[in-house]
């Protein structure tokens, strides 16, 4: 028996990375998982993004340990499409009773140099998907007095990051946005909580574009030359998170009895410990 026996959990974002190792461990906690992902390029984005193959394999991945999943293919800015897949949800098995809201981009630039659809697909993105995923499950939550939903911000959601002003201010504006919605349905057996990793090694930031940044004084930067100088700002001289360890935030959460909500939990190699 599950914690999570019967519970039907939508994660977006999971074709890989982050998202499939919180879509694994709910599936492996007894929950019904509806696996979503862009599976597809965004204009934007310089690292390669996951395919349709990434998200069938996130859901194969499940089935092997006798977990249950579906995916769909959903660009979390389609408010449509998103309204869509929840009211799908809630045909197929009656109710939504998780919201991991996990998809997010990320991008490198001065602030001078953000072209106007660099802003638009970042924020739309990690701030206007997770809105589009909220306001779509909400009403069956309500219904049901029950729902656990967890946002994936960052440590830069904390603080200023040079070079990240659209995904800083898409991440602040995340948690700003989850703690309003904890106190809209405080009281309805609802929570909404907030996950902050500081970096997680996962093709968003183990990329060439990624190295480049970190790295500008050499000419074609490969993963080792990039370890140490992410190591370098960690207090723990570590470069980076495994998304696993992200996910045991997430699975605190969603199985909290429920007195947990509008709180920010910082999985973050120490790297806040000097800031209020």
């Given at each position: ?28 906690d007894g929950a019904i998982v509806v696996a979503c992902d862009i ?238």
């Amino acid at each position: 028996m599950g914690q999570l026996d019967g519970r039907v959990a939508l994660v977006t974002g999971a074709a890989r990375g982050q998202g499939r190792a919180h879509a694994r461990a709910l599936a492996a906690d007894g929950a019904i998982v509806v696996a979503c992902d862009i599976a597809g390029p965004v204009a934007t984005v310089r690292y390669p993004m996951p395919t349709p193959d990434d998200l069938d394999e996130t859901v194969s991945l499940i089935a092997s340990r006798g977990g249950k999943a579906t995916s769909r293919v959903v660009d979390v800015r389609d408010s449509a499409t998103v309204d869509a897949v929840v009211a799908d949800m809630v045909s197929a098995h009656g109710r939504i009773d998780i919201l991991v809201a996990n998809a997010g981009i990320c991008a490198f630039s001065p602030v001078e140099e953000i072209s106007d659809a660099a802003w638009e697909e970042m924020l739309g993105t990690n701030l206007g998907g997770a809105f589009h995923c909220i306001r779509a499950v909400l009403p069956h939550m309500k219904r049901e007095r029950y729902g656990r939903i967890v946002t994936i911000s960052s440590g830069a959601g904390r603080g200023g990051m040079a070079n990240l002003s659209h995904y800083v201010a898409s991440k602040w504006g995340l948690i700003g946005l989850t703690k309003t919605v904890a106190l809209e349905t405080a009281g309805l057996g609802i929570t909404a909580n907030v996950v902050c990793p500081s970096t997680v090694g996962t093709p968003m930031v183990r990329n060439d574009a990624t190295y480049q940044v970190f790295c500008p004084d050499i000419e074609h930067p490969a993963e080792e030359d990039a370890m140490p100088r992410l190591a370098a700002l960690s207090p723990m001289g570590v470069p980076w998170l495994q998304p696993e360890d992200v996910t045991r935030a997430v699975m605190y959460l969603v199985t909290d009895p429920g007195f947990t909500s509008g709180s920010v939990v910082e999985v973050n190699l120490a790297t806040s410990a000097s800031k209020i």
